[in-house]
């Protein structure tokens, strides 16, 4: 089974994601107290994420609502339904972001 590092540019964190795993589940299983998660399906827009290096693909259907088509071409996804195929680098947006980077 691969593993992939994800980097948080924002704050400088690493963290392993497995296969299979999506960018939240990884970012979860770094044990920070107040990483807002939402829903994990893709509907409310709290885990924004705009990939800037690496290759990822989408496991499952995005929220219009958040994720417009000019948003995914250019590499902001949702993190519960983007998996990583090589290693990554990461800026977080949205309602993440404030909980996230002020923690770091």
């Known amino acids: 089974m691969n593993r992939y590092e994800v980097v948080i540019e924002d704050t400088g964190e690493r963290y392993p994601c497995k ?8 970012m979860e ?3 920070r107290k107040g990483i807002p998660v ?9 885990c ?7 290759d990822y693909y989408v496991s499952r259907v995005m929220s219009r609502e958040h994720v417009s088509e000019d948003d995914e071409r250019c590499h902001r996804v949702l993190a519960c ?3 990583p195929l090589t ?5 977080v947006l949205g309602p993440i972001r404030k909980n996230l980077c002020r923690q770091a």
């Open 19 to 26: 296969d299979g795993d999506s960018v939240l589940r990884g």
């Open 29 to 31: 299983a770094l044990g």
């Open 48 to 54: 924004k994420v705009e990939i800037v290096a690496g």
């Open 38 to 46: 939402g829903c994990r399906g893709g509907g409310c827009g709290v």
């Open 87 to 91: 290693d990554l680098r990461l800026k």
């Open 81 to 83: 339904r983007v998996n």
